[in-house]
């Protein structure tokens, strides 16, 4: 009792006089400050005992981690006024992005302590009131979004002489009076429609679109002669444009998609499901089978008998099929699985689409199975965004990750530079994919298998930890007889059928990951002539005799002071790869062990003083700081 105590309270002074290395506290206890004066819907994993410039969704630090220069919280539920005094204590904020929630209020008039503002995102709100009359306090605003709220009064005069100021967009409120003559130097998009503004348009503004002021009653004054009239926009067809260069559609429907997909698109419209994660994970802890089904799924069944596009996050995901289909795709590499396509669709949305191939189960088991791996939602394991079912076909659709997976990293994919990797990032990666693997053992109720891991199956997530992909195909594909492969390299010893991985050989293989960070080796790979070197084995020999500063990768060695880590980790990846399985450790421990190669990292994510234990989905959002 007492030491709990004593730990809660190293753990509250450790929090205020802050020796955790980087971590800004002022700009957190403000942050706490906010969300526990907001209420919202959807929770947020800002742990009050781990790092904001880590762990915090939504939050991005200065460089140096002494600062919070960037909020972006859009669609998380929050209703209700901004707490006072609160967000306006980050001074340092230069991004702030609470877009498509539902706050209400008047602007907040401390937002004017916020000097380096640069983005603002506060469209789809419910925000009312007046815009602020002094716009001159944010003098590096660089893009500007309040567009549909409720904001009325004018427009404010000060918005003039920003001389950063590109994007303004104040379209779907009730603003009303005159336009004033807005002296923007740089501004480029400028948004005024559907307002309430009257009067003539200021010349200031006239080389601005007609468009952008309709929805007002705006006379374009004597100009109208001068210039050529602004032809209507053209009617709104719900025909797609179609991609003029014709190599993506090639693609994607030359080699992706056979022909029964063309037949469902001749066969019809697509009907979209998009029902909410709540939902869901009650009809998971309900039913799937006895009518559990939320109302829009059962719609969905009868209006579509056979085959869609089954999304798991909310509607905001906006392609369908058709989009897939048009998407140019790219091969990005084939796995033991199937094969996997970088889809670029028309909007810019990147996707990745994996083909699956040899897929035995039957559509209700494979959905089941898609249910199970898309209601995870956590920071290191890679999120299914939707998949697809047909008798000839079946996707998944995953998240992209620009900087491709740690096996490209390490061992460099041909014709490409191989990234170096410090021990710092390894370290991160091995930590991350620990945690990935660990929660997905404790899905369904703790008999989830990721029956795939691998370092090509390891990304980095928007914080550079580990994230793990492809999880939970082994128990629907057909059983494969291990090919002579890189794959095999990872597995373990008594798994002679792939569909009979199991935990264990989970462990085993992500042992073997292990080993790849600390070695820079291919888990199978030549020696000088044609001799095959199977990783494991090799690690064992040279550490067998007594070589082990020999198996770390030399690119680590110009590191200081880490090789006592490098050989704690080894120790770790060895318990993995046991011959035996029931003497390789379980993933919650191997979490524990490498978090405690590094005492801090540890030391940051206890468990205890939860601000809210659930973490938010990935999908909200990473935003990059020219786009909302
Ligand atoms: C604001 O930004 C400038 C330049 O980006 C920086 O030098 C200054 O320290 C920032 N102010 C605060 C309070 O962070
Ligand atoms: C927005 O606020 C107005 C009143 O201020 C209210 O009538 C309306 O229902 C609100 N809309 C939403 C979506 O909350
Ligand atoms: C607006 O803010 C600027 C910068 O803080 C200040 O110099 C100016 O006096 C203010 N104007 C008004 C009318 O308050
Ligand atoms: C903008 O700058 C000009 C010249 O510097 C000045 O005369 C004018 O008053 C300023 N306008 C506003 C609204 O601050
Ligand atoms: C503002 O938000 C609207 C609605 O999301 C969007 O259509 C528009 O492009 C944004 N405008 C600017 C200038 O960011
Ligand atoms: C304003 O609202 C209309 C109708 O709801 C919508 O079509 C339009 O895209 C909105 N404009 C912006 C900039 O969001
Ligand atoms: C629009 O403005 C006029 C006067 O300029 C006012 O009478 C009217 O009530 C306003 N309408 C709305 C919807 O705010
Ligand atoms: C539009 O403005 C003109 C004067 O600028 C006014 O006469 C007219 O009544 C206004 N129309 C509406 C619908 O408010």
Redesign the pocket.
Known sequence: MEALWIFRFVLVMGLVFSPINGDPVEDKLALLDFVKNLPHSRSLNWNAASPVCHYWTGITCSQDESRVIAVRLPGVGFHGPIPPNTLSRLSALQILSLRSNRITGDFPLDFSKLSNLSYLYLQFNNFSGPLPSNF?VWKNLVFVNLSNNGFNGQIP??L??LTSLTGLNLANNSLSGEIPDL?IPRLQVLDLSNNNLSGSLPESLQRFPRSVFVGNNISFGNSLSNNPPVPAPLPVSNEKPKKSGGLGEAALLGIIIAGGILGLLAFGFLILVCFSRRKREDEYSGDLQKGGMSPEKVISRTQDANNRLVFFEGCHYAFDLEDLLRASAEVLGKGTFGTAYKAILEDATIVVVKRLKDVSAGKRDFEQQMEIVGSIRHENVAELKAYYYSKDEKLMVYDFFGQGSVSAMLHGKRGEEKTPLDWDTRLRIAVGAARGIARVHAENGGKLVHGNVKSSNIFLNSQQYGCVSDLGLATITSSLSPPISRAAGYRAPEVTDTRKATQASDVFSFGVVLLELLTGKSPIHATGGEEIVHLVRWVHSVVREEWTAEVFDVELMRYPNIEEEMVEMLQIALSCVARIPDQRPKMPEIVKMIENVRPMEAENRPSTNQLESSMLPQAVETENSTTQ
Do not use: A
């Open positions: 001159s005069n000060s003039s002489n002296q």
